[in-house]
């Protein structure tokens, strides 16, 4: 079936570093692709989104591309602040619903 | 009304009772789905509502979970005789159609099993 592989966490790091989480999936078919973001205490916000290939997801700074060729959705940020610190979690569609990675947790020190 | 709204909050169960779990979606989101996370893990399909058809419950774990939608609106999932393992938190989310738009999720009701 569908799934969704991120990398495990925690991510520890320096305010304005580089941020990576890879995330890879396996799919029939041309699933939309998602990053969502879980700060303390709160719910799931969607962060960005992709529908087909080669396209680009971006907000706040963060971005994703969709990458068929080696069914990757890795999230990148140039410069990360503490208020990024939080659990993202990638997903796609699949018939109707949403299937997660287990979520990787993102920690950024002053 | 602004966002979906999920309660109680919090809720501890003994074990083999029964709970309640209320969604209140956007007003006029068609899709409506319930989601269980574990503890550090991502969260996992329960059941999807379009409407008040409950069009896939392939995720409910077993026969003790519920879930209706009788008007379209307000979704309750139920829980009879609770388990330990049963403890997580369920997530409510909302779309206006398809759930290929995203969703928007509430805040979650914390069950705890004791």
């Known amino acids: 079936g569908d799934s969704v592989t991120q990398m495990e966490g925690p991510v520890t790091l320096s305010e304005e570093a580089f941020l990576t989480i890879n995330c890879t999936y396996t799919a029939t078919g041309y699933p939309s692709l998602f990053w969502y973001v879980q700060y303390p205490g709160e719910g799931l916000q969607l962060l960005l989104k992709?529908?087909?290939?080669?396209d680009k997801g971006s907000n706040k700074g963060f971005e994703a591309t969709y990458r068929k060729e080696t069914t990757s959705f890795h999230l990148e940020k140039g410069s990360v602040q503490v208020s990024d610190s939080a659990v993202y979690f990638c997903?796609?569609?699949?018939?109707?619903?949403?299937?997660f990675g287990t979520g990787t947790r993102l920690q950024v020190f002053p | 009304g602004a966002g979906v709204s999920q309660s109680p909050r919090y809720k501890v169960a003994k074990r083999g009772q029964d709970v309640a779990l209320r969604c209140d979606p956007i007003?006029?989101?068609?899709?409506l789905f319930w989601y269980q996370q574990a503890l550090g893990q991502g969260p996992e399909f329960l059941t999807y509502?379009?409407?008040?058809?409950?069009?896939?419950k392939s995720g409910l774990p077993s026969d003790r979970f519920f879930a209706e939608r009788p008007e379209g609106s307000v979704s309750t999932l139920k829980i009879q005789r609770t388990q330990q393992e049963d403890s997580a938190v369920y997530l409510c989310?909302?779309?206006?159609?398809?759930?290929?738009?995203?969703?928007?999720f509430g805040s979650g009701t914390r069950l705890t099993v004791v």
């Open positions: 997903a796609l569609s699949s018939s109707d619903k949403l299937i």
């Open positions: 509502f379009q409407n008040e058809a409950q069009l896939d």
């Open positions: 989310a909302s779309s206006p159609n398809r759930g290929d738009d995203g969703y928007t």
């Open positions: 992709a529908t087909k290939a080669d």
């Open positions: 007003s006029g989101h068609v899709s």
